[in-house]
């Protein structure tokens, strides 16, 4: 059989196979690009847009209620369209894809909306028989969310589940302690749910500064949500007034309308031919890369949540192009430095982070000396409100060069940011200390704190 012939296949059309399609074909490479499902993958379909259309909603639940205190005259409970809300975010996601869409044309991306399995190192075949032969492929097949083998886990949901949602549940038990179900569990609360959080270890977001975790905790619980530590969920059950959430140690179970599960996510790794083709996978299944995204295989090369390596859509990104510049874009050694990623997980309000925790910090360093802004923000102490904001600084050796900055209060999404580049460029804290603050602001309180 014939096959058609490019420069590069792309197997997925989410966030890593869309950057590396496009930054291909800007250096003129013939690029093809399988995607049976919505263009964008899970972020734009079921994660990072439609997640953040909901935490505005939410947030601007909770900002009504202070507004009530400051004396507007807002409704003591001002109602909610869950429809109306639904149909403004799918409107939002539409105009992503029509850009893709247009992108795709304009850049001369052959998109073809068929699965793809790998024959060789060199060719794929698409879902109708169709060869494609390619010097370079790339995997970029992104990941999914995964539910615990228990009995009755059927009848919970997962994150997925939750954008699927017409109005808030009444009574929502959320399983899992990471970023996916603390901030499930701040939207539902805001949005009239009573949630349950229910995680099996001591604490909230393994690998991020246990600090910080600590006070996100506070916060949730200061709003009215359930948190739960050292419950082991054993079994899910229909009951007449509800599903019945069995935990390990506790003899009466907890009645709920709706289970979410977020307990982890798998790549996306099954019916691609990898096994046939001899790209070798890790204990958990996802692909094996090098620093360059290459995979067992001479040219193959695979990114994004597939390779299980910080699984967040701008790192999927930047590796992404970055692989592209390395090929066909006259930079040998262009790769994604995975040190210091910033990130934020969309609590009420946002928690960021970038570089060390306070623990992973003492691992590493002899010398850490860590710095604290603890404080109400205005808004909170106009509006009589109690969360309180935690911003932490982690430095290391007598220069006290910062390795880690760690921020839970309103607008850390965007603070964080520019600081990011600060820390990526090597500050001190000196340096920050050195520079005037902007007044009256949280983030005075980054360069203030000492």
């Known amino acids: 059989m014939s096959a058609q012939a490019f420069d590069v296949v792309v197997l997925g059309g989410g966030s890593g196979g869309l950057a590396a399609a496009f930054r291909a074909a800007s250096h003129g490479a013939r690029v093809a690009m399988l995607e049976p499902s919505a263009l964008g993958g899970t972020c734009v379909n079921v994660g990072c847009v439609p997640k ?79 060869r494609l032969q390619a010097r370079h492929i790339v995997i970029a097949t992104g990941s999914h969310a995964r539910k615990p083998d228990l009995p009755g886990a059927g009848l919970g949901g997962v994150s997925d589940d939750f954008f699927a949602l017409q109005a808030a549940p009444a009574r929502v038990a959320i399983v899992g302690g990471g970023y996916i179900a603390v901030e499930l569990a701040g939207v539902l609360h ?48 229909q009951g007449d007034d509800g599903i019945q959430v069995q935990l390990e140690d506790v003899p009466a179970a907890l009645v709920c309308d709706s289970v979410l599960f977020a307990t982890g996510r798998a790549p996306n790794t099954q019916g691609l031919g990898l096994e046939a083709a001899g790209v070798a996978l890790d204990e958990a299944g996802a692909i094996r890369v090098d620093a360059f995204q290459n995979t067992s295989v001479d040219g193959i090369c695979a990114v994004g949540d597939v390779t299980a390596q910080a699984m967040l859509t701008p790192v999927a990104i930047a590796a992404a192009r970055r692989l592209m510049d ?115 602001t949280s983030a005075e309180e980054v360069v203030l704190m000492g």
């Open 52 to 130: 953040k259309a909901m935490w505005l909603a939410a947030d601007l639940a909770g900002r009504l209620a202070l507004a009530s205190r400051l004396g507007f005259d807002v409704p003591q409970a001002p109602g909610l369209s869950w429809p109306q809300l639904l149909q403004r975010r799918q409107h939002y996601i539409d105009g992503i894809h029509a850009s893709y869409r247009k992108r795709l044309q304009d850049t001369g991306v052959v998109h073809i909306a068929r699965r793809g399995r790998l024959l060789d190192a060199h060719t794929v075949e698409c879902g109708d028989g169709t």
């Open 326 to 440: 390395r090929l066909y874009g006259g930079q040998p050694e262009a790769k994604l430095d995975y040190a210091n990623i910033p990130s934020v997980v969309f609590t009420h309000p946002p928690l960021g982070s970038v570089g060390l925790s306070e623990e992973q910090a003492r691992a590493r360093f002899q010398q850490v000396t860590t710095y604290h802004s603890r404080f109400r923000p205005m808004l909170q102490a106009l509006g009589d409100g109690q969360l309180r904001t935690l911003f932490k600084m982690v430095c290391a050796g007598e220069e006290e060069k910062v390795v880690g900055i760690h921020l839970l209060g309103d607008a850390a999404d965007e603070i964080l940011q520019g600081f990011a580049v600060a820390l990526k460029m090597g500050v001190t804290r000196a340096q920050l200390n050195d520079t005037v603050a902007i007044h009256p």
């Open 190 to 237: 805001a949005l009239g749910s009573a949630v349950t959080l229910l995680v099996r270890g001591q604490r909230l977001l393994s690998g991020f500064d246990a600090e910080i975790t600590a006070q996100l905790a506070d916060n949730l619980r200061q709003q009215g949500v359930d948190v739960r530590f050292g419950c082991s969920t054993q079994a899910l059950r």
